[in-house]
């Protein structure tokens, strides 16, 4: 099973700053990674896939970076509606089984 | 505008049954493959079962032979029948459709709480 581990658990920003969350797989998935925001009491929506595209809608602040094991979200400048947790998801083929990573919380400094 | 709606989650006692619905609109139903993703409160993600198009069904090892996901395409309809329910089930129960290996959209959740 591959393991998604998210960094920093908790980033504590200011709005205009910039954002960068890790995660890290413990095996490659190549490029097969997606990102997700949620906010409190809604659901998670959609950010991120195949690693570095956006999904229909989201804002060019957002983009991600990687392959293999290493991958990165980045938030150029912090709007005050993307404090926010942010999770990693890859799907392992066979079995077909998905993982989250445990999530990393965007706060307002 | 695509929609998902979950309903069925409620308060019901360890050992019990409970099955949550799920009411697609604004796409075509049978075409995509559908999961049922949960969170306990104030935790994190975790995928609880998928169907693809063609029927077949899969699950984690956590819920695997006491969840069983189904569905209905003429009713634009996804169902999770949840058995022997453990205190460790509690969460908010969300559907959401697949988009290749991804979720988008969700539903906005339905809370289960397994607790005597």
């Known amino acids: 099973e591959i393991v998604l581990t998210q960094s920093p658990a908790t980033l504590s920003l200011s709005p205009g700053e910039r954002a960068t969350l890790s995660c890290r797989a413990s095996q490659s998935v190549s490029s097969s990674l997606a990102w997700y925001q949620q906010k409190p009491g809604q659901a998670p929506r959609l950010l991120i896939y195949?690693?570095?595209n956006r999904a229909t809608g989201i804002p060019a602040r957002f983009s991600g970076s990687g392959s293999g094991t290493d991958f990165t979200l980045t938030i150029s400048s912090l709007e005050p509606e993307d404090f926010a947790v942010y999770y990693c998801q890859q799907r392992s083929n066979w079995p077909p089984t998905w993982t989250f990573g445990q999530g990393t919380k965007v706060e307002i400094k | 505008e695509v929609q998902l709606v979950e309903s069925g989650g409620g308060l019901v006692q360890p050992g019990g049954s409970l099955r949550l619905s799920c009411a697609a609109s604004?796409?075509?139903?049978?075409?995509?493959?559908m999961h049922w993703i949960r969170q306990a409160t104030g935790k994190g993600l975790e995928w609880v079962s998928a169907i693809g198009t063609a029927g077949d069904t899969f699950y984690p090892g956590s819920v695997k032979g006491r969840f069983t996901i189904s569905r209905e395409n003429a009713k634009n309809s996804l169902y999770l029948q949840m058995n022997s329910l453990r205190a460790g089930d509690t969460a908010v129960y969300f559907c959401a459709r697949g988009r290749g290996n991804w979720f988008d959209p969700w539903g906005q959740g339905t809370l289960v709480t397994v607790s005597s």
């Open positions: 604004g796409f075509t139903f049978g075409l995509y493959d």
């Open positions: 195949d690693a570095s």
